[in-house]
């Protein structure tokens, strides 16, 4: 078992200064609720903890299976409810390739790996969202 | 229903720069699996995402209360599982609050509607793990 740490303090207004590992993350409210774009909103980064998470065990496998690409991206989109408290019900991945090298076939065995194996993020959220993934190679 | 996006781009090595509303947040591996500490690992941004949920909470309901409070951090601590996928098994947050006009009474009730009522970070994480939580006021 390990232990992970964060914190947030409050600086002003709904800001607020987060830290991870030694690193600061700002954060913010929406300005419907008095934010002023400090940062991001904290739900969200939910979305990019997900992202991040599949898209570093898609890097490492392909990287063991030697499978070069020219770029490679995660988009996320997360569809929340209307009432509170407000949840993801659905979210959509999307894995993106570019590359004149990039196998089909390994691709989505390093991206099913990640999804139902490795991938801690996506193993939780799964539980309580709907969560589909695609893979797009070469997008016009 | 609202939709919230966020994108992962590969840098180099195992590190990405993640997008999310027009803020850049770096992330990278655990430095055992080739990270070199370019920004956090991806898992607890999870954790900073729960605690900055419930902090602006707290912030927007103790500002209805006109509660003052002279510093108010939101510390959180999680224990991962040992096998893959590794999800937060537990998860605790601390409330700390300085101030010499602190409503124990109002601090209590803004955490508690917190919790159990608009938090969505911590209403998904509820479902997957153990969430706990304690109010520390002026520590020593």
Same mark, same amino acid.
């Given at each position: ?6 914190? #947030?303090?409050?600086?002003? $207004?709904? *800001?607020? /200064? %987060? +830290? =991870?590992? $030694? ?9 419907? #609720? %008095?934010?002023? !774009? ?6 969200? &980064? &939910?979305?990019?903890? =997900?992202? $991040? ?8 496998? =392909? ?13 996320? !989109?997360?569809?929340?409810? /209307? ?15 570019? $590359? *004149? @090298? &990039?196998? +089909? ?7 099913? &790996? *990640?999804? +139902?194996?490795?991938? %801690?993020? *996506?193993?939780? =959220? ?5 969560? /589909? ?6 997008? @016009?």
């Amino acid at each position: 078992m390990a232990t992970h740490h964060t914190k #947030v303090t409050h600086r002003e $207004g709904m *800001s607020f /200064d %987060g +830290e =991870l590992a $030694g690193h600061t993350i700002p954060l913010d409210a929406d300005p419907s #609720v %008095g934010g002023k !774009d400090y940062g991001p909103t904290p739900k969200p &980064l &939910l979305l990019t903890s =997900l992202a $991040g998470c599949t898209a570093m065990d898609v890097t490492s496998i =392909l990287g063991k299976m030697q499978m070069p690409y020219d770029s490679f991206e995660v988009e996320v !989109d997360g569809d929340t409810t /209307d009432s509170h408290p407000k949840t993801y019900s659905a979210i959509r991945l999307r894995y993106v390739f570019t $590359g *004149s @090298e &990039l196998d +089909e076939a390994k691709i989505e065995k390093a991206v099913r &790996l *990640s999804q +139902e194996k490795y991938c %801690g993020v *996506s193993a939780m =959220l799964k539980q309580v969202s709907n969560v /589909d993934y695609e893979i797009v190679m070469n997008p @016009e």
